[in-house]
């Protein structure tokens, strides 16, 4: 039983054996051709590297260009446009952007990828939002912030009283938030925001845009329609500018 077991073991080993020499005869005899491609591979993928870092070097100002003016959102789409080339090259960039500069991807309402950037001006503006709200400078009180301050006008005392009767809370008397909130007769980038329930950065991006007056309408509880004044940096309602 011994004998056989070494034959048998001695067989495995031979079938094991030729292999392994064929291999070894190989390699001798064809190791210079493989070292070759070995380094034709490197050197392929060496000059790959290099056209894509100059190419991304003329991609750049594009890139750029697009954060500055979409408050650091960019889709692969915008760049795709805008540098006009195809839509996996643009992904892939933005890809190798958002590993680089820490990019968050959010997924936006119309079903598509957006790549967040935060920039300083943005991460200034978030700040911002966060800051207890500041204090006004001094304007001209308006007509309605005149209403507020002055005490109401005293009533007849009447002989007999009569209970008074309690009545549920009417449109006139929700416009009074709205009022007090205009005491100056403006509102500031947060307090619009938390009025339309956005986020300030939302307000910041839209306030210039000719649609924000109706855009703003649609999210303002009373549909009133806002505006943004360059000069004092603040939002009057157009109803007010009307009445003014």
């Given at each position: 039983?011994?004998?056989?077991?070494?034959?048998?073991?001695?067989?495995?080993f031979?079938?094991?054996?030729?292999?392994?020499?064929f291999?070894?005869?190989?390699?001798?005899?064809?190791?210079?051709?493989?070292?070759?491609?070995?380094?034709?591979?490197?050197?392929?993928?060496?000059?790959?590297q290099?056209?894509?870092?100059?190419?991304?070097?003329?991609?750049?100002?594009?890139?750029?260009?697009?954060?500055?003016?979409?408050?650091?959102?960019?889709?692969?789409?915008?760049?795709?446009i805008?540098?006009?080339?195809?839509?996996?090259?643009?992904?892939?960039?933005?890809?190798?952007?958002?590993?680089?500069?820490?990019?968050?991807?959010?997924?936006s309402?119309?079903?598509?990828?957006?790549?967040?950037?935060?920039?300083?001006?943005?991460?200034?503006?978030?700040?911002?939002?966060?800051?207890p709200?500041?204090?006004?400078?001094?304007?001209?009180?308006?007509?309605?912030a005149?209403?507020?301050?002055?005490?109401?006008?005293?009533?007849?005392?009447?002989e007999?009283?009569?209970?008074?009767?309690?009545?549920?809370?009417?449109?006139?008397?929700?416009?009074?938030?709205?009022?007090?909130?205009?005491v100056?007769?403006?509102?500031?980038?947060?307090?619009?925001?938390k009025?339309?329930?956005?986020?300030?950065?939302?307000?910041?991006?839209?306030?210039?845009?000719?649609?924000?007056?109706?855009?703003?309408?649609?999210?303002?509880?009373?549909?009133?329609?806002?505006?943004?004044?360059?000069?004092?940096?603040?939002?009057?309602p157009?109803?007010?500018?009307?009445?003014?």
């Amino acid at each position: 039983m011994s004998e056989k077991l070494m034959e048998g073991n001695g067989k495995a080993f031979l079938v094991l054996l030729l292999p392994i020499s064929f291999l070894i005869i190989f390699l001798v005899s064809t190791w210079k051709a493989l070292l070759v491609l070995i380094l034709l591979a490197l050197g392929f993928n060496l000059w790959q590297q290099y056209r894509w870092q100059k190419w991304c070097q003329q991609v750049n100002p594009i890139f750029h260009q697009l954060i500055r003016e979409n408050q650091g959102q960019i889709t692969p789409m915008d760049l795709a446009i805008k540098g006009s080339f195809s839509g996996s090259v643009a992904k892939r960039y933005l890809d190798s952007k958002a590993a680089e500069f820490g990019a968050s991807l959010r997924n936006s309402e119309e079903g598509g990828e957006v790549y967040y950037f935060i920039t300083a001006s943005i991460l200034g503006n978030i700040l911002d939002s966060s800051e207890p709200v500041k204090k006004l400078p001094a304007q001209p009180v308006t007509k309605t912030a005149r209403s507020l301050l002055e005490p109401p006008p005293q009533q007849p005392v009447k002989e007999e009283t009569e209970p008074e009767l309690v009545t549920p809370a009417t449109h006139t008397e929700a416009q009074r938030s709205l009022e007090q909130q205009l005491v100056f007769g403006s509102l500031i980038q947060s307090e619009l925001a938390k009025r339309l329930n956005v986020y300030s950065s939302t307000v910041y991006k839209r306030r210039n845009d000719p649609e924000f007056p109706e855009w703003s309408r649609s999210k303002d509880p009373d549909g009133i329609a806002w505006t943004f004044s360059e000069k004092n940096k603040e939002f009057f309602p157009l109803e007010e500018e009307g009445k003014n």
